[in-house]
């Protein structure tokens, strides 16, 4: 008998945490279609590559991934091949014609809508679903790879142009979910047991402009700082974060709703690009590094301890070694918990790609390994104000490489390994005292657990 039931699924996912709950409302749907998980896609009868399209070595990643599967297709006729997320949105049908063996080729806006797409598939179907539409609501149980952290979408897409980035043109216009559906889902996981919530979108302070100003019963949720109200009594949920905030948007009232809400984080991540005002220009970022160090001081003066991490572009077109250095100097002020660092990376369709000022790879190369020898050392010397200190851990798994411990992360995201059964503390969260610190880690040793308050 070869019922459905027996058939086997396989995602990899590429790319940000977007992609990662897309990947996990997609399993969820695999599921609810009787698919079982397989960890080798060579035991695979359904293989989905989640895509990401940010710069040119995560596509061309997925092209030689992709390149394997459609040889085994020629041996097993059966195997049913899908590309969905940004490089499908990007490239559309001109990866069925780079790729035959393909089945489905689906952008990250039809995420919700793959059971749909399967089944025209299963009736015979070459399908590409890249047309832009409203974001359905997702009516499946998602496969979480945690069960101690969750991620929930608020908002989908990016109404910026920002002159280097590919995310527009391949996520679409914004899309805010309504405040209830948001609340309905965290109820849902406290529920399960879920003790964190990360709220995710490309441009999360932008939330809610696409709502209307009020929910009929006059109750005004239309803001990213109204959302965290809304949301934060939620029975059983320990812990907050929100990912990722574009500083155009920050406002101080956000800022002062993060420091009087108890289960909010002290953890920002707010990617500034560059240091140097005519580079921010240029990007079409919308802010000053004086803006930027304005909001870093505003939060500090909140709350003090907050930890701060961004994501930063070197070699941008044009970029001189005076501009660079200005990005040197805004990290070597601000002093960041982490930044995401990346060369520059022309991508097809958006306005720095076609500038004729590129610069050389050896250039790009050279500041980036100089602005991560910098980041390593600011990192660490984050780090050190947590040395003897005593620092509450969410516990969330054990720690691979010695499973005498377990990991878990400090409200200020700092990963923390600590002895420890897993059985025992997963879900927990732990006082722990911290004895060792490293630029991007920490270990100590437990004090005691804290039962939750909330149930
Ligand atoms: N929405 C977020 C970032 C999304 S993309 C924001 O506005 O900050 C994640 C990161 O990838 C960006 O912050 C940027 O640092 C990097 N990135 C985007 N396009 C890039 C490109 N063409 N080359 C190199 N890095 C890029
Ligand atoms: Fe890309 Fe800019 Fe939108 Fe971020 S804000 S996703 S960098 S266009
Ligand atoms: Fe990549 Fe798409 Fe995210 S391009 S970074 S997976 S939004």
Redesign the pocket.
């Known amino acids: 008998m070869t019922s459905l039931s027996q058939r086997r699924y396989h995602i990899t996912t590429?790319?940000?945490?977007?992609?990662k709950a897309d990947s996990e409302r997609m399993a969820g749907i695999l599921e609810d279609m009787g698919f079982e998980w397989s960890e080798d896609p060579n035991n695979a009868d359904l293989i989905l590559y989640?895509?990401?399209?940010?710069r040119d070595n995560?596509e061309q990643k997925v092209y030689s991934y992709l390149g394997r599967q459609a040889k085994r297709k020629h041996e097993k006729a059966d195997l049913t091949l899908i590309v969905a997320?940004?490089?499908a949105q990007q490239e559309g049908e001109t990866l069925l014609r780079r790729v035959p063996e393909l089945d489905l080729v689906m952008g990250?806006q039809h995420a919700n809508r793959l059971k749909e797409l399967l089944e025209s598939v299963f009736d015979g179907n070459q399908v590409v679903a890249t047309d832009a539409v409203h974001i359905i609501e997702d009516i499946t149980k998602p496969r979480r790879d945690s069960e101690v952290t969750a991620w929930v979408n608020v908002i989908y897409g990016c109404n910026e142009r920002c002159t280097y980035c590919?995310?527009p043109n391949?996520?679409g216009i914004e899309q805010s979910r309504t405040p209830e559906a948001i609340r309905t889902e965290i109820e849902e996981l406290g529920r399960q047991g879920y003790k964190e919530i990360t709220l995710l979108g490309?441009n999360i302070d932008a939330y809610g402009r696409d709502l209307p100003g009020a929910t009929p019963e006059g109750r005004h949720l239309n803001t990213l700082t109204d959302l965290l109200y809304y949301v934060h009594d939620v029975p059983g949920i320990e812990r907050f974060r929100f990912a990722t905030s574009h500083p155009r948007y920050f406002t101080e009232r956000l800022i002062k709703a993060c420091a009087e809400l108890p289960k909010v984080c002290e953890h920002f991540h707010i990617p500034f690009q560059s240091g140097d005002n005519e580079l921010l220009k240029a990007m079409s970022r919308g802010y000053t590094q004086e803006k930027y160090r304005r909001i870093i001081d505003t939060i500090r003066r909140y709350m003090p301890d907050a930890s701060i991490s961004a994501d930063a572009i070197v070699g941008f077109p044009g970029e001189t070694e005076t501009q660079f250095e200005n990005t040197l100097k805004l990290v070597e002020d601000i002093g960041f918990d982490l930044l995401n660092t990346a060369a520059y990376s022309p991508r097809p369709g958006t306005p720095a790609a076609l500038w004729t000022n590129q610069l050389s790879e050896e250039v790009k190369s050279d500041r980036l390994q100089r602005l991560n020898h910098l980041v390593n050392i600011k990192a660490y010397e984050r780090s050190q104000r947590y040395f003897g200190r005593i620092e509450e851990v969410l516990v969330e798994d054990q720690n691979l490489k010695d499973k005498t411990q377990v990991m878990g992360r400090t409200s200020g995201n700092r990963l923390t390994f600590f002895a420890g059964d897993i059985n025992e503390l997963k879900g927990q969260l732990v006082k722990v005292k911290i004895t060792e610190i490293r630029a991007f880690s920490l270990t100590g040793e437990p004090i005691e657990v804290r039962q939750a308050v909330s149930v």
């Open positions: 590429f790319g940000c945490q977007m992609n989640n895509t990401c399209s940010i995560a997320g940004c490089v990250p590919v995310v391949v996520r490309q």
